[in-house]
């Protein structure tokens, strides 16, 4: 099992910028597929960015191509999200994700963080 702790989320204005921690607990870190999903108030979990267990392949939602990047922090068990020109639409409850294999489907996920609110004002 892993254990997910996401940190980062906030209020900054658009084009503004953040950056979103997930720490995983465990000595297993590596055995893990990373993603990132949110949600916004009346929307469906929607896939943001993947990162696979080496590191060497990342995947992203239209939304975020261009803007952000997922990528992996082995020596700290962290997968980070830097979220570049943000936008009022960008405004959600990011959540980090991990399974053994990827996937941008939010039901392939068994392991969860609680979420991170970000909100980005016009």
């Known amino acids: 099992q892993v254990q997910l702790a996401e940190s980062g989320g906030g209020l900054v204005q658009a084009g503004g910028s953040l950056r979103l921690s997930c720490a995983a607990s465990g000595r297993t870190f590596t055995s893990y597929a990373m993603a990132w999903f949110r949600q916004a108030p009346g929307k469906e979990r929607e896939f943001v960015a993947g990162?696979?267990?080496?590191?060497?392949?990342?995947v992203y939602a239209d939304s975020a191509k261009g803007r952000f990047t997922i990528y992996r922090d082995g020596a700290k068990n962290t997968v980070l999200l830097q979220m570049n020109s943000l936008k009022p639409e960008d405004t959600a409850v990011y959540y980090c994700a991990a399974d053994h294999k990827s996937s941008s489907f939010y039901g392939h996920y068994n392991y969860w963080g609680q979420g991170t609110q970000v909100t980005v004002s016009s």
């Open positions: 990162i696979t267990r080496g590191g060497t392949t990342t």
